[in-house]
């Protein structure tokens, strides 16, 4: 494998354990683009016949050893032999998989490769960047930290203090009120949280997500937001703009909540930094006219029913919540009810206690569930809806609602109707004690995430019909068809995009959902 002489070294220590320990040895990587992905080149500074990757979390399915002798086995490059350097083919992932980072995503012309997962376990790890004539990287140093692009120069965008890279074939009607947005939320969070950014803001919005849910974020320590699309997103009608919007704010807040401070409750307890990142594009899209009140109660409406489908009745003891959408739902229930209590009170807001136990994190190592705990608001609220029995949860927190000035309404909702349907019939004919109950909405349809456990649903399908209605435009008339089916035992006929119909069982009643409506609520707003 030919490199050139154009290189841009970017340095980190990749320790496997805890601590600031001497790297066992030293290796250099370089990288350069192709059309099928990065090829990247191994030289070590000692010979050896197993070299373990750092990053343990990222999907290497698709990275092939190209040098004889060698294979990769899971996290591991392996050789009956010594060998000092070894080169490798790394694709793009294949599909999005839940909140872990993608090793490698188009962007146009370019790629947004995730760092830590070319790190070496133990070793010191020097990053090379070829960059071919027109290319550009970003950020210019400390890439294998995080999220680092290489592609063309001419797509990125300098912006009042930040960068912006918008891959071919985003359509201006999609990228237009991201780059608004992000401006709107480094401005309104900067002056909020009052703490400088240790690096470059830089936005990267790419239409080449291989899906399967139609949008996907995140942020590393680089500071790139990385954004990805599926499907159709060639022209966003009105009341898709503010959800682009508000998904530029959630990301945003991360720059200072999730990667300018360490997390000390990251992986054990994300509804913290990822649910007041939500809440927080709420107050922010909601104070700057990206979304108006009721839209801000129709998104706190749907996360109330959200956690309350996830939790119901459970008990947590100490388990806390680590997956799925829950992480979120709750989250921002927690955020909602810790600064509507300090509003009552009329001192501060939740965007004060984030700034405290940010800047206070900064000083002291990082932040966690202890310092937002600490404000008896937010104590009494974690408490509300994590501490305690299950049985009676809902109830208390309705009656604080109430007493916080919420006004609450049965009203399921089109998506209610939908999970309904979806939930009960996957349960029943899934064997794997209730897994695949899952799927995703996508502007194409309805796709499965049923496995191979789930009978005649197994393959995670893509759903036309249900009972000969479309369950994405036709949701109730489908619910009181399946409802009526599932009365009489009858099974339930799905038209599969693919072609030709399959009968699902269903032996039990499908009950109407109960679902929140947030009728009434204090102001969301913060500016007057």
Not at 162 to 173: F, I, N
Not at 245 to 250: G, I, R
Not at 448 to 468: M, R
Request: charged share 20%.
């Amino acid at each position: 494998m030919a490199f050139g002489r154009i290189l841009l070294c970017l340095m980190i220590m990749a320790i496997g354990g805890a601590g600031p320990a001497a790297a066992a040895s030293e290796a250099e990587v370089r990288i350069r683009t192709g059309q099928d992905g990065l090829h990247v080149r191994y030289r070590l500074a000692e010979p050896t016949s197993r070299l373990v990757f750092a990053n343990d979390h990222t999907i290497r399915t698709l990275w092939t050893v190209e040098t004889p002798g060698l294979r990769l086995e899971e996290d591991a490059i392996v050789s009956e032999q010594p060998f000092s350097e070894f080169d490798l083919v790394i694709a793009p992932d294949a599909a999005e998989l839940d909140r872990i980072y993608m090793g490698l995503v188009r962007v146009g012309d370019g790629w947004i490769a995730h760092g830590p997962a070319l790190a070496l376990e133990g070793i010191e790890t020097v990053l090379a960047v070829e960059l071919a004539p027109g290319e550009a990287v970003l950020p210019e140093k400390g890439g294998i930290e995080g999220a680092v692009y290489v592609g063309p120069a001419d797509v990125i965008l300098s912006e009042k203090g930040a960068l912006v890279v918008t891959g071919a074939g985003v359509a201006e009607a999609l990228s237009a009120p991201m780059r608004e947005a992000f401006v709107e939320a480094r401005v309104f969070y900067g002056a909020r949280l009052d703490l400088t950014l240790p690096y470059t803001p830089t936005l990267v919005i790419t239409a080449d997500s291989p899906g399967p849910s139609g949008f996907r974020g995140d942020v590393s320590d680089t500071g790139l937001i990385s954004t990805r699309f599926h499907g159709d997103w060639s022209g966003p009608q009105d009341d898709t703009r503010p959800f682009v919007k508000s998904f530029v704010w959630h990301e945003s807040f991360h720059l200072w909540n999730g990667h300018g401070v360490a997390l000390t409750d990251g992986d054990s307890a994300p509804w913290l930094h990822e649910g007041g990142a939500e809440y927080a594009a709420v107050l922010g899209a909601v104070s700057t006219g990206d979304m108006t009140e009721e839209q801000g109660r129709a998104s706190l409406t749907t996360r109330l029913n959200g956690c309350r489908s996830f939790l119901g009745s459970k008990t947590l003891n100490g388990r806390g919540i680590r997956n799925g959408s829950a992480v979120y739902d709750c989250g921002v229930l927690i955020q909602w009810l810790t600064d509507m209590e300090l509003r009552k009170a009329g001192k501060q807001t939740v965007m004060d206690v984030w700034r405290e136990i940010l800047t206070t994190g900064r000083r002291s190592g990082g932040y966690g569930v202890a310092e937002f705990r600490a404000w008896p608001e937010a104590n009494a609220a974690v408490s509300l809806v994590m501490d305690g029995a299950g049985e009676g949860r809902w109830g208390g927190i309705e009656a604080r609602l109430a007493a916080l000035g919420v006004v609450l309404e049965n009203r399921p909702s089109d998506d209610d109707y939908r999970q309904a349907v979806l939930w009960h019939l996957n349960s029943q004919n899934c064997s794997n004690d209730g897994a695949g109950k899952g799927y995703y909405t996508t502007r194409e349809g309805i796709k499965l995430d049923t496995g191979d456990t789930c009978g005649v649903l197994s393959g995670d399908p893509e759903i036309a019909t249900i009972e000969g209605f479309d369950p994405l435009a036709e949701v109730k008339p489908m619910f009181d068809a399946v409802t009526a089916r599932c009365a009489t035992g009858e099974p339930v006929r799905y038209g599969l995009r693919s072609g030709g119909v399959v009968e699902a069982l269903c032996a039990a009643p499908l009950k109407t959902p109960e679902a929140y409506f947030i009728a009434g609520a204090p102001v969301l707003s913060l500016l007057p």
